[in-house]
């Protein structure tokens, strides 16, 4: 089974300081990792997918398969990166079908 | 392109009463799914649908019933709402699955809650 944890559910850092969200999965098979955020009184948005190899916002993310870890890395945090992310899987559930699995989600406040 | 509409944005329901829970897309997708988040906890999948006529449950699909009659269209009905349905809602859509067709976009979300 699908499973994805997020082991901080707050997470607070001052501005300019470097910040690390942490995401682990649980999956048999190749996963697609996403990062969706949700900044306050906004709907929750994609971030980031570990396929397209972006940098978004100044955020990255790796998918290391050995630590089966998608971690989310800023360097130098930014007041407006205050926000709910989450951290999803998309993989094949139960019957072949592709579902998409979230993680209970880090919230992030950067202070200033 | 509004994206994905949902309506209404808050209600409160007494125990028994039933409602629907309003979701439209304009951007053409196959898929729709509906989450659900209760506090602390991610997102979980209550029902999705991958075309026209075609729905699906998802982890949580007790307590709630879907159709899809048209693309745009993903309603989500409450026929006996519970204090245990308290939640915020999330539509969302997207184009598919796979690689490149998971990303979901999503409605701004229904705080419901059953008293």
């Known amino acids: 089974a699908q499973r994805v944890t997020q082991p901080e559910k707050l997470l607070s850092v001052f501005k300019g300081a470097p910040v690390e969200l942490k995401c682990n999965y649980s999956?048999?098979?190749?996963?697609?990792l996403f990062w969706y955020v949700q900044y306050s009184r906004q709907r929750l948005q994609l971030l980031l997918r570990?396929?397209s190899r972006e940098s978004i916002k100044g955020f990255t993310a790796d998918l290391n398969k050995g630590e089966t870890s998608f971690h989310l890395k800023k360097p130098f945090a930014q007041e407006e990166d205050s926000a709910m992310y989450y951290c999803?899987?998309?993989?094949?559930?139960?019957?072949?079908?592709?579902?998409?699995?979230f993680g209970k989600g880090t919230k992030l406040t950067v202070n200033p | 392109n509004a994206g994905v509409t949902q309506t209404p944005k808050f209600r409160i329901l007494k125990i028994g009463q039933s409602m629907t829970l309003q979701c439209t897309q304009d951007?053409?997708?196959?898929?729709m799914y509906w989450y659900r988040q209760d506090p602390g906890m991610g997102l979980k999948l209550i029902y999705y649908?991958?075309?026209?006529?075609?729905?699906d449950k998802g982890e949580v699909p007790n307590g709630y019933n879907v159709s899809r009659s048209t693309t745009e269209d993903f309603p989500l009905r409450l026929e006996l709402a519970a204090p245990s349905q308290t939640s915020v809602y999330f539509c969302?859509?997207?184009?598919?699955?796979?690689?490149?067709?998971?990303?979901?976009?999503f409605g701004n979300g229904t705080r419901l809650t059953v008293t």
């Open positions: 969302a859509s997207s184009r598919g699955q796979g690689k490149w067709n998971s990303p979901l976009h």
């Open positions: 999956y048999s098979g190749s996963p697609e």
């Open positions: 570990h396929i």
């Open positions: 999803a899987l998309s993989g094949l559930g139960q019957g072949g079908s592709e579902k998409l699995v």
């Open positions: 951007m053409n997708h196959n898929y």
């Open positions: 649908s991958v075309g026209a006529g075609i729905t």
